[in-house]
């Protein structure tokens, strides 16, 4: 165990999936467009042209604001950051720096079978940046402001986060929250959710020197750089030698972070008050009208499926993937009882998964799930003819439906069965006197016999209760 203990704080950018831009009406869906056709006069800031806030884009923002247990601004503004880089239309973007619309919240983790709370200091909205490209060989860069206006939501988290395991699952869970509720497609290899991490240790109470690592867009690689920049800044430490505050990258090929640039050259942004967009207050009933969209956060899901002593993995399975959750939502609300639930859970993370890419039509629902695992509960099917309909149970059909319509229903009738039963034991004296003489082994006997004139159809429990009873006269 080494004496340094880590801090890590977490900034990420995640690409709202808005219909338009965050200023204009441009579509905010560029792929596969030709370069610079997607673009008006406001992502240019011609003279004369003015931004207009996209209403869904603070929809979001306020959706985002519910998942992070924050307080939404009652009243918010926008500010111009100047810069001038070729990926800037308008050579300024711009952000959210005094009011921004996301304050003072927080997400938990489960770590270690515990849940901790990491603190978000703040969110903001912003607009993307166009797209730089060095072509080869050439002495030219090209750029593309089809990108350009896009919106983004900033998160900065407080530096509650501990080790790089920490790390990855605040990510993993800001990331379910954000693709739960419809506010990011979370394509990390387009950049729809990319973050910086902020990493410094100490042996003291104070603070080390931080060392920021930009542009990671991997749960994994995010997991991987803080653990080798951790110890980097270990062994630099031990060998007495001074940390300096600077931003690095991470090289995936080689497994380590690199110095790209020093504190020194900071920039100077010049931030002022947006002077095209005023101040603007947050309609309450707009707020709550959004609230209201929301029935169930992650976190929810996953405290429910925790105390159902499901493992962490079967959990972001499942969070990860809103539809198969709110199947299970749904099943749930049916079969009301812990064991009948867990059961739903693992036809989702099994089977479900096994087959659902194959399927003619996905379209299992709660209720059929519930019937399922209902009909098995109860006897009515055996578990080998729940996993052999399953398919058409995944394909919208009753289980009900089925197994009439196939004839499956297992035989639990007791009046039917010891009538079957009793004409066995007449028609064998023999395996009758042996039982009652103290041989058990003869009972597998009689239970194969039911089973072949019932055609497999007898529930095996039932039919050995019966025998027994029967065979002891
Ligand atoms: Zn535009």
Same mark, same amino acid.
């Given at each position: 165990? !080494? ?5 890590i704080?977490i ?9 338009s831009?965050?200023?204009?009406g441009?579509d905010?869906? !560029?792929?596969?467009?030709k370069?610079?056709?997607?673009i ?11 931004p207009?806030v996209?209403r869904?884009? #603070?929809?979001m923002?306020i959706k985002m604001?519910?998942?992070f ?5 009652d009243v918010t503004?926008f ?19 005094d009011?921004? #619309?996301?304050q003072?919240?927080f997400?938990?983790i ?6 901790k ?12 940046a ?7 060989g050439s ?9 350009a206006?896009t919106?983004? %939501?900033e998160i900065v988290?407080e530096?509650?986060?501990?080790s790089?395991?920490?790390a990855k699952?605040f &990510?993993?869970?800001i990331?379910?929250?954000?693709t739960s509720?419809?506010?990011?497609n979370?394509d990390?290899e387009?950049g729809?959710?990319k973050?910086?991490l902020n %990493?410094?240790?100490?042996?003291t ?6 060392v920021?690592l930009?542009n ?6 995010a997991e991987?750089?803080?653990k080798?920049?951790?110890k980097r800044q270990?062994d630099m430490l031990?060998?007495g ?21 020093s504190?020194e050259?900071?920039n ?9 967009l005023p ?10 009208d959004?609230?209201?969209? #929301?029935?169930v956060?992650?976190i929810? #899901?996953r ?8 493992s962490?993995?079967?959990?972001d399975?499942l969070?990860?993937?809103?539809n198969?959750?709110?199947i299970?939502?749904d099943?749930?609300k049916i079969?009301k009882?812990?064991?009948?639930s ?7 993370v099994?089977d479900y998964?096994a ?9 299992? !629902?709660g209720g ?11 006897g009515e099917?055996?578990?080998k ?5 399953f398919r058409?149970?995944c394909?919208?059909?009753?289980p009900?439906?089925?197994?009439v319509?196939k004839? &499956?229903?297992?035989?639990s009738?007791?009046s ?12 064998n ?7 009652r ?5 003869v ?6 016999? %039911? ?5 497999g159809q ?16």
């Amino acid at each position: 165990m !080494s004496k340094y203990k880590p801090t890590i704080g977490i900034e990420i950018h995640t690409q709202l999936a808005t219909k338009s831009k965050m200023f204009c009406g441009c579509d905010n869906d !560029s792929r596969g467009a030709k370069p610079n056709t997607n673009i008006c006069q406001v992502c240019y800031a011609l003279p004369g042209s003015l931004p207009v806030v996209n209403r869904g884009a #603070i929809a979001m923002a306020i959706k985002m604001a519910i998942g992070f247990n924050s307080k939404i601004a009652d009243v918010t503004s926008f500010d111009r950051k100047n810069y001038f880089y070729p990926d800037s239309p308008k050579g300024y973007q711009i952000t959210q720096m005094d009011q921004p #619309i996301i304050q003072d919240g927080f997400v938990e983790i489960l770590v270690d079978g515990e849940f901790k709370k990491i603190g978000i200091h703040h969110a903001h909205l912003e607009e993307d940046a166009g797209k730089l490209t060095h072509p080869e060989g050439s002495e030219y860069s090209l750029v593309d402001f089809n990108r350009a206006g896009t919106p983004l %939501v900033e998160i900065v988290s407080e530096p509650d986060i501990k080790s790089p395991e920490e790390a990855k699952r605040f &990510l993993q869970e800001i990331h379910n929250i954000v693709t739960s509720l419809g506010i990011c497609n979370g394509d990390m290899e387009h950049g729809n959710f990319k973050f910086d991490l902020n %990493v410094s240790i100490s042996d003291t109470d104070e603070l080390g020197t931080r060392v920021e690592l930009k542009n990671l867009n991997s749960f994994r690689n995010a997991e991987r750089a803080l653990k080798y920049e951790i110890k980097r800044q270990e062994d630099m430490l031990a060998e007495g030698k001074v940390i300096s505050q600077e931003t690095r990258g991470w090289n995936d090929a080689k497994s380590k972070t690199f110095a790209q640039r020093s504190k020194e050259e900071a920039n100077d942004y010049r931030y002022f008050p947006e002077p095209d967009l005023p101040p603007f207050n947050l309609d309450r009933d707009f707020v709550s009208d959004i609230q209201k969209e #929301i029935t169930v956060l992650p976190i929810e #899901i996953r405290k429910d499926l925790n105390n159902l002593g499901l493992s962490v993995d079967d959990q972001d399975l499942l969070i990860s993937q809103p539809n198969t959750a709110s199947i299970f939502a749904d099943a749930r609300k049916i079969l009301k009882k812990d064991n009948l639930s867990k059961k739903a859970v693992n036809w989702l993370v099994g089977d479900y998964q096994a087959i659902k890419s194959g399927l003619k039509k996905d379209k299992l !629902s709660g209720g059929n799930l519930a019937e399922l695992v209902g009909l098995v509960d109860s006897g009515e099917i055996s578990s080998k003819i729940a996993k052999d309909i399953f398919r058409d149970v995944c394909e919208g059909d009753s289980p009900a439906d089925i197994i009439v319509s196939k004839g &499956l229903v297992l035989l639990s009738d007791d009046s039917q069965l010891e009538e079957i039963i009793l004409k066995i034991i007449n028609d064998n004296p023999k395996p009758t006197s042996d039982y009652r003489a103290g041989s058990e082994k003869v009972l597998g006997f009689f239970v194969g016999q %039911v089973m072949k004139e019932t055609k497999g159809q007898a529930n095996p429990s039932k039919v050995n209760e019966l025998v027994v009873k029967l065979l002891k006269g």
